[in-house]
């Protein structure tokens, strides 16, 4: 046997001796709002998370971040991420097909309360119009996200000035601190440099979800399984389990709400004496032979 058919053979034999399903398993980490103290600790969370999914499939997991929401989008598109944490205002609106497997926890929670904060010293929302604003990337649907998931509305296009993303939360709040932005929307629990408070607080986002793609469900059960038992640090510690509806329900908030008109109802002035004056008020008596009718009497018989 020569020594490229030598190779040819070790390598059949390895194949064969591979247990079903040892591929590699690629999870992918892109959560702006997560409030990681820099690239480094999301890469470390990124890496420990696919290597413990990774053994639970029976393979070799490997952790990537993207910082942008294109390059994780058209990783997804080209197959490179089969397991990813992505950030629930992302996914509610990007579409695709993937599958809620569970939702990070932070502080006890799989949700948080969101937040204006400023430096200007506003106590109210409104008192930002004209202001500039950063919230944590969602590729491009900010805009979106501030005025109709988390405003609800309340507010029209143009109150401010502008709606930037930033590259994570923690930058976000820095840019305020530095002067380089008015105000940002960020979670609660974030903590604030000199200068800056919280102007409002708003309502619920949940923390990044685990998603799947392309996953059969037997993996998919092991996933979650594995997910459920990881204990990721201060930042995200965890995950529980959970369903499409953690995405959905967020997803309904980006639609533009109907605002209705007050109804009006006219007062016309009127008092219960208003109805009964000059009005009788006794049920006349009437003799109840008016509602019997004459009986025939029968002509005697012959």
């Given at each position: 046997?020569?020594?490229?058919?030598?190779?040819?053979?070790?390598a059949v034999v390895a194949a064969l001796a591979r247990p079903a399903g040892a591929d590699t398993v690629t999870v992918g980490v892109f959560a702006p709002a997560a409030p990681f103290e820099g690239t480094a600790a999301r890469v470390d969370f990124a890496t420990r998370l696919a290597d413990h999914v990774g053994r639970a499939l029976g393979g070799r997991g490997i952790g990537r971040v993207y910082?942008?929401?294109?390059?994780?989008?058209?990783?997804?598109?080209?197959?490179?991420?089969?397991?990813?944490?992505?950030?629930?205002?992302?996914?509610?609106?990007?579409?695709?097909?993937?599958?809620?497997?569970?939702?990070?926890?932070?502080?006890?929670?799989?949700?948080?309360?969101?937040?204006?904060?400023?430096?200007?010293?506003?106590?109210?929302?409104?008192?930002?119009?004209?202001?500039?604003?950063?919230?944590?990337?969602?590729?491009?649907?900010?805009?979106?996200?501030?005025?109709?998931?988390?405003?609800?509305?309340?507010?029209?296009?143009?109150?401010?000035?502008?709606?930037?993303?930033?590259?994570?939360?923690?930058?976000?709040?820095?840019?305020?601190?530095?002067?380089?932005?008015?105000?940002?929307?960020?979670?609660?629990?974030?903590?604030?440099?000199?200068?800056?408070?919280?102007?409002?607080?708003?309502?619920?986002?949940?923390?990044?979800?685990?998603?799947?793609?392309?996953?059969?469900?037997?993996?998919?059960?092991?996933?979650?399984?594995?997910?459920?038992?990881?204990?990721?640090?201060?930042?995200?510690?965890?995950?529980?389990?959970?369903?499409?509806?953690?995405?959905?329900?967020?997803?309904?908030?980006?639609?533009?709400?109907?605002?209705?008109?007050?109804?009006?109802?006219?007062?016309?002035?009127?008092?219960?004496?208003?109805?009964?004056?000059?009005?009788?008020?006794?049920?006349?008596?009437?003799?109840?032979?008016?509602?019997?009718?004459?009986?025939?009497?029968?002509?005697?018989?012959?």
């Amino acid at each position: 046997m020569t020594g490229r058919a030598a190779l040819v053979a070790l390598a059949v034999v390895a194949a064969l001796a591979r247990p079903a399903g040892a591929d590699t398993v690629t999870v992918g980490v892109f959560a702006p709002a997560a409030p990681f103290e820099g690239t480094a600790a999301r890469v470390d969370f990124a890496t420990r998370l696919a290597d413990h999914v990774g053994r639970a499939l029976g393979g070799r997991g490997i952790g990537r971040v993207y910082g942008r929401a294109g390059d994780f989008a058209a990783a997804v598109r080209r197959g490179d991420v089969q397991l990813a944490v992505v950030d629930a205002g992302y996914l509610a609106v990007a579409g695709g097909n993937y599958t809620v497997l569970a939702v990070a926890v932070h502080g006890g929670d799989t949700a948080a309360r969101w937040q204006v904060v400023s430096r200007t010293g506003a106590t109210r929302v409104t008192q930002l119009r004209g202001k500039s604003l950063l919230v944590p990337t969602l590729g491009g649907r900010e805009s979106d996200f501030v005025l109709h998931a988390l405003l609800r509305g309340e507010l029209p296009r143009g109150f401010f000035a502008r709606i930037d993303g930033a590259p994570d939360v923690l930058s976000a709040v820095a840019a305020v601190g530095l002067g380089k932005a008015d105000a940002a929307i960020v979670p609660t629990g974030v903590e604030l440099p000199p200068g800056v408070s919280r102007t409002a607080t708003l309502g619920a986002v949940s923390w990044p979800v685990l998603v799947a793609y392309g996953l059969g469900e037997a993996q998919r059960a092991r996933a979650v399984a594995a997910a459920t038992a990881f204990d990721g640090g201060a930042v995200l510690a965890g995950f529980r389990v959970a369903g499409a509806d953690v995405v959905r329900e967020l997803a309904a908030r980006y639609a533009a709400p109907v605002r209705r008109g007050p109804m009006l109802v006219p007062s016309v002035g009127l008092v219960a004496g208003d109805l009964v004056d000059d009005r009788p008020l006794a049920i006349e008596r009437t003799d109840v032979r008016r509602f019997a009718l004459p009986v025939a009497t029968p002509a005697p018989a012959r």
